[in-house]
């Protein structure tokens, strides 16, 4: 697996990953979205969830199987809140919202490719994320 994060240094752009991902040959991508300081009216809400997951799939134009999976579950503060799971037929789109710390991950891994800052950045506006820091990955064995 090949990662970039702003911890690695500078992310390539889009076009940039799309030609990697095309001339490498990879067999998937995934954008791992750290959201912090969300609107937590959007992160405790399971309708808004759930429509995150209808909305980001078709954003990358993917194909959705079957309906969202939002559950709200954990014992302690720090981990409460709505997990996510979308399955799509190129792979899946999951997350978890933190209520407490108004902090949201958000992974989309996908084998047909798609354009990751444009999407992180969708997702920031979606759920009103003050912050924002995404990771790429090509994914292959």
Same mark, same amino acid.
């Given at each position: 697996?090949?990662?970039?994060?702003?911890?690695?240094?500078?992310?390539?752009? #889009?076009? +940039?990953?799309?030609?990697?991902?095309?001339?490498?040959?990879?067999?998937?991508?995934?954008?791992?979205?750290?959201?912090?300081?969300? @609107? *937590?009216?959007? $992160?405790?809400?399971?309708?808004? $969830?759930?429509?995150? =997951? $209808? #909305?980001?799939? +078709?954003?990358?134009?993917?194909?959705?199987?079957? +309906? *969202?999976?939002?559950?709200?579950?954990?014992?302690?503060?720090?981990?409460?809140?709505?997990?996510?799971?979308?399955?799509?037929?190129?792979?899946?789109?999951?997350?978890?919202?933190?209520?407490?710390?108004?902090?949201?991950?958000?992974?989309?891994?996908?084998?047909?490719?798609?354009?990751?800052? =444009?999407? =992180?950045?969708?997702?920031?506006?979606?759920?009103?994320?003050?912050?924002? +820091?995404?990771?790429?990955?090509?994914? @292959?064995?």
């Amino acid at each position: 697996m090949y990662s970039m994060s702003p911890f690695a240094g500078p992310l390539i752009s #889009d076009e +940039e990953v799309m030609n990697k991902y095309k001339k490498e040959n990879h067999w998937g991508l995934m954008v791992s979205v750290d959201l912090g300081e969300c @609107d *937590p009216s959007k $992160i405790s809400s399971k309708e808004v $969830i759930t429509q995150f =997951a $209808i #909305d980001i799939a +078709e954003h990358i134009k993917m194909k959705r199987y079957g +309906e *969202p999976i939002v559950v709200f579950f954990g014992n302690e503060p720090k981990v409460q809140g709505y997990s996510l799971v979308q399955l799509i037929e190129t792979s899946q789109i999951s997350g978890h919202f933190a209520d407490d710390t108004r902090r949201a991950f958000i992974d989309i891994f996908s084998c047909k490719e798609f354009c990751p800052k =444009a999407t =992180a950045e969708y997702t920031q506006r979606y759920f009103g994320a003050k912050k924002m +820091e995404y990771a790429v990955s090509f994914r @292959d064995i």
